[in-house]
C-alpha cells in the first residue's frame, strides 16, 4: 500500500475489492467453459456440467458487482459524511461471514450437481430459481449483511456529513436490501412466482443497482474532474426520478408471457430504457463543465472508464435492451441469445466499467496520490490496451450473441413457431454455430484484457509517483 494510512472504511474497502477482482476472474473463467461446451456438449460432462459451469458464470457475475458497490460505498464512506464509520467492527465480520458464505455456495454447487428437489435442498443445496440459485440459508445471510451494511452507512452519514449523495444512498440501501426479500418465498404457482422472481431480477438489480451506481457516479467524478458537486447532485436527483416514473413501470416488460394481465404489453412496452439517461447527460455535463474551466484529469484510467460506463449503461441497458423489449419484438426474441446479447452488454457497460473506475481511484490513493494522468512513466498503455480489449471483447461477444439470437428469432419463432423442431434448426444452422464461435474468440479476447487489468492495478504509479496537491471540492 506504499505506506499510505487508509482510514478505516478504506481498510474494508480494500478487502470487498479483493474478493471482487478474484469473482470477476471466476466468472471469465466460468463463462469461457459455458462456452465452449455450447459449441462441444460433451466437453466435461458428468464433471461440470453445463448447467453448473453457467450458473457459476452468472452467480459470480452477480456477487463481485456487489462485492464491487458495497467496497465502492465504504471507499467514500468517511471521505463524504467527515465522520468514522460507524460500527465498523460488524462491517467487518459481515465481509468475512458473507466471503465464507459464498465459498461454501460455489463448492456447494460445483459438488453437488444434481438431487431431488425437496425442502431440504431448497434450504441448503439449490434453489433452482435462474440468476438467484443461492439456498434459502445463504438467502438470509445476504439480507443480514446488507442489513449490517446498511447500518453502517446510514449511522455514519447520520453523526457526520449529510448531503445530496448521502440521502439518496441511504434510501437505496433501504430497497437493495427489501427487495431482494421478494425471492425468499416459495409459491407453486407459476406465474405468481415468476411475478415475485423478477422483482429481484428487475427491482433489485436494474433499479437498485442503477441509483447505487449514479452515487457512486457522481462522487467519482467530483474526484476525477473536480466537478461542482450541484451538478451531479441535480443529475443524480434526476435519475432518482426517472427510475420512480420509469424504472418500475419497465418492470412490466418482463411480465408479457408469464400469466399476468394483458395491459402489462401496454406498461411494459412503453417504460423501459429510460434509466440510463440521466447518468449520460451527468457526464456529458461534468466533462463540458471542466473543459469549460480548463480542468485537466489527474486519473485518466478511472475517468475513461467512467465515461465508458456512460455510454456502455446508454447503449447496453438502454438501446440493447430497448431494441428487444417492445411486446411486438419480444414475442419472437424471448429466450434467445438476443437477450443474452442484451445482457453481456448491459451487466458490462453498466456495472463492471464503474467499479473498475473505482478500483483506479482507490489505488490511486494507495499508491500517495500518485498523479494517473499525463505523467506515467510508461504512457499508460496497461491500462489502454486493457480498456480497449475489455471493451472490445464485450462488445464482440454482444455482436455475436445478437447474431444468434437473430438466426433463432427468425428460425425458432418467425418460420417454425417455437416448435421443438424449430428449436432443434435453430441450434445447427451454420449462422447460429458460428455466432457462437465468435462468442468464444472474443471471450478469449476479454480474458486478455482482465489479466492485463490486474497486472496494470498491481504496477501503476509504482514507479516514479508524483504526488497531486490536495484538491478542493466545491461543496
Known amino acids: 500500500m506504499e505506506n499510505v494510512q487508509l482510514n478505516g472504511g478504506q481498510q474494508l474497502a480494500v478487502k470487498y475489492f479483493v474478493v471482487a477482482v478474484l ?13 465452449m461446451q455450447y459449441l462441444a456438449p460433451d466437453f466435461l460432462l458428468g464433471v461440470l456440467n453445463f448447467n453448473m459451469t453457467r450458473t457459476v458464470h452468472i452467480n ?6 456487489l462485492y464491487g458497490f458495497i467496497g465502492s460505498v465504504y471507499w467514500l464512506l468517511e471521505e463524504e459524511s467527515g465522520h468514522p464509520v460507524v460500527g465498523l467492527k460488524w462491517g467487518n465480520l459481515a465481509f468475512w461471514v458473507l466471503t465464507a458464505a459464498v465459498t461454501v455456495v460455489v463448492l456447494v454447487y460445483l459438488f453437488v450437481q444434481t438431487g431431488p428437489g425437496n425442502d431440504f435442498t431448497r ?54 436490501a427489501g427487495l431482494y426479500m421478494a425471492g425468499m ?18 427491482l433489485w438489480v436494474e433499479a437498485t443497482w442503477e441509483v447505487l451506481v449514479g452515487c457512486i457516479m457522481a462522487w467519482g467524478l467530483m474526484k476525477t474532474l473536480q466537478v461542482e458537486r450541484k451538478i451531479v447532485t441535480t443529475w443524480l436527483y434526476i435519475e432518482v426520478a426517472l ?29 423501459s430504457a429510460l434509466e440510463p439517461i440521466p447518468l449520460v447527460a451527468m457526464v456529458v455535463h461534468a466533462v463540458y463543465d471542466s473543459g469549460v474551466r ?30 428487444h423489449t417492445l411486446p411486438q419484438i419480444n414475442l419472437y426474441t424471448h429466450g434467445t441469445q438476443w437477450a443474452a446479447s442484451h445482457g453481456h452488454l448491459a451487466f458490462f457497460g453498466a456495472y463492471a466499467t464503474i467499479i473498475i473506475a473505482m478500483f483506479y481511484i482507490a489505488v490511486q490513493h494507495m499508491r500517495g496520490q500518485a498523479d494517473l494522468g499525463s505523467h506515467l512513466p510508461d504512457r499508460g498503455w496497461k491500462w489502454k490496451w486493457a480498456l480497449g480489449l475489455l471493451n472490445v471483447g464485450v462488445v464482440g461477444m454482444t455482436v455475436a450473441l445478437l447474431i444468434s439470437g437473430y438466426e433463432q428469432s427468425f428460425i425458432e419463432r418467425a418460420m417454425d413457431g417455437s416448435t421443438w423442431y424449430g428449436y432443434f434448426a435453430a441450434q445447427i444452422h451454420p449462422w447460429f454455430v458460428q455466432g457462437m464461435q465468435w462468442r468464444m474468440v472474443f471471450g478469449v479476447v476479454t480474458t486478455v ?27
Open 294 to 323: 480548463h480542468m485537466k484529469s489527474n486519473n485518466r484510467p478511472a475517468l475513461a472508464w467512467l465515461i465508458a460506463h456512460a455510454f456502455g449503461n446508454f447503449f447496453g441497458a438502454g438501446v440493447w435492451g430497448f431494441m
Open 243 to 271: 427510475m420512480f416514473g420509469s424504472g418500475i413501470l419497465g418492470l412490466g416488460h418482463h411480465y408479457f408471457w408469464i400469466g399476468t394481465p394483458e395491459y402489462w404489453l401496454s406498461i411494459g412496452g412503453f417504460f
Open 123 to 176: 434450504w441448503f443445496i439449490n434453489e433452482g430459481r435462474e440468476y438467484i440459485e443461492a439456498p434459502r440459508w445463504a438467502d438470509i445471510g445476504i439480507v443480514v449483511c446488507f442489513s449490517v451494511f446498511f447500518y453502517n452507512v446510514a449511522a455514519t452519514f447520520a453523526k457526520g456529513r449529510w448531503s445530496g449523495i448521502a440521502g439518496v444512498l441511504t434510501l437505496d440501501l433501504i430497497a437493495l
Open 185 to 202: 418465498f416459495y409459491t407453486t404457482n407459476i406465474s405468481l412466482d415468476q411475478y415475485w422472481w423478477w422483482w429481484v431480477i428487475h
Open 449 to 475: 484484457g482482465i489479466g492485463l487489468l490486474i497486472w496494470d492495478l498491481l504496477t501503476i504509479g509504482r514507479a516514479r509517483p508524483v504526488t497531486l496537491p490536495a484538491a478542493t471540492e466545491s461543496r
Open 60 to 65: 459470480a457475475m452477480v456477487v463481485w458487482m
Open 23 to 35: 469473482l470477476f476472474v471466476a466468472q471469465i473463467l466460468f463463462g469461457l467453459l459455458s462456452g
